[in-house]
């Protein structure tokens, strides 16, 4: 009897990815984010978790209200901490520009000084 090993296959699951990455809490939460098309690898809609990322990659996404840019480095083999997870990827999102604020953001932000005198 032979016994299969695991191929050291250098794609992976775009869902599982971004769960190793710790880009999200759960696969299911990641499942849900690529099928709203809020993924896009190498400039396409992903509309499905089972597309397969490699390394070289790059995977435009909006988290959190934030337009994050990673280039994947490698396949994750499980989610450890967040030291082993940023190996996985390198970081090539532009720093944000200052934007104005709303005018909502600026009535919940209050007068830039509040006097406090009686």
């Known amino acids: 009897m032979s016994e299969k090993e695991p191929q050291q ?28 098309g ?23 996404m909006l988290l959190d209200r934030r337009d994050l840019v990673l280039v994947v480095r490698a396949p994750g083999a499980r989610r450890g901490p967040f030291e082993e997870a940023k190996l996985l990827y390198d970081d090539v999102t532009p720093p944000d520009r200052q934007k104005p604020l709303t005018p909502f953001e600026r009535a919940q932000r209050g007068p830039a000084s509040k006097s406090f005198r009686r």
């Open 9 to 36: 296959d250098s794609r992976q699951r775009i869902d599982k990815w971004l769960f190793f990455a710790r880009m999200v809490k759960s696969r299911s939460l990641a499942q849900s984010l690529i099928s709203a």
């Open 38 to 60: 809020a993924v896009t690898i190498n400039g396409e809609i992903c509309d499905q978790p089972s597309r397969m990322v490699k390394p070289g990659d790059r995977i435009e």
